[in-house]
T-cell receptor, first 113, second 112 residues
Framework: ETGVTQSPTHLIKTRGQQVTLRCSSQ?????VSWYQQALGQGPQFIFQ???????GRGNFPPRFSGLQFPNYSSELNVNALELDDSALYLC????????????FGPGTRLTVL | EDKVVQSPLSLVVHEGDTVTLNCSYE??????LLWYKQEKKAPTFLFMLTSSGIEKKSGRLSSILDKKELFSILNITATQTGDSAIYLC????????????FGQGTRLTINP
């Protein structure tokens, strides 16, 4: 158990819809990163939040957005869903602005039909 | 563009065998290399390597980094069926940020 939780576990949406995924970080962890893992691939970095501010972004379009809250929980929002957005979405938390090891949550499996 | 390549992509061995998984990388900056084990969903942390030539060990697993040749290996001795998983290698290319660049993973299957 890493102390990182995500909800929901599974989600099915249709193309064009919007989705919000949630992550609850380990206590005291002020940095959260989100990753997208397509089937058969390694995770790809989406973005990172540190003290409620975006602290770096990977090669993902603006329809992927996020929020981090004062209690260190966070959200990943995806607008105008596309079929290729179907993937496992992982959040990972760490302390010290990301200098320590990241601990991953169990992920949310998103299917876009 | 930062890149991490793992090989082989898939490996099937018998219980008791020893396996070596490979990870090579090309990154603009290098802070550390990490190995994770992914069984169902959440990748679980195995090792973080920052210095060349220093082996890290945990039970039957060990790993070493070569910063000159830009690769790392993960060894598993006396494999067990519980070692069956996807093993992910990742590089942290940005100091103090851990925005990891992952390889594709090696799917390891241990047959009894």
């Amino acid at each position: 158990e890493t102390g990182v939780t995500q909800s929901p576990t599974h989600l099915i949406k249709t193309r064009g819809q919007q989705v919000t995924l949630r992550c609850s970080s380990q206590s005291g962890h002020n940095t959260v990163s989100w990753y997208q893992q397509a089937l058969g691939q390694g995770p790809q970095f989406i973005f990172q939040y540190y003290r409620e501010e975006e602290n770096g972004r990977g090669n993902f379009p603006p329809r992927f957005s996020g929020l981090q809250f004062p209690n260190y929980s966070s959200e990943l929002n995806v607008n105008a869903l596309e079929l290729d957005d179907s993937a496992l979405y992982l959040c990972a938390s760490t302390s010290s602005g990301g200098t320590d090891t990241q601990y991953f949550g169990p992920g949310t499996r998103l299917t876009v039909l | 563009e930062d890149k991490v390549v793992q090989s082989p992509l898939s490996l099937v061995v018998h219980e008791g065998d020893t396996v070596t998984l490979n990870c090579s990388y090309e990154v603009t900056n290098f802070r550390s290399l990490l190995w994770y084990k992914q069984e169902k969903k959440a990748p679980t942390f195995l090792f973080m390597l920052t210095s060349s030539g220093i082996e890290k060990k945990s039970g039957r697993l060990s790993s070493i980094l070569d910063k000159k040749e830009l690769f790392s290996i993960l060894n598993i001795t006396a494999t067990q069926t519980g070692d069956s998983a996807i093993y992910l290698c990742a590089v942290d290319p940005v100091r103090g940020a851990q925005k990891l660049v992952f390889g594709q993973g090696t799917r390891l299957t241990i047959n009894p």
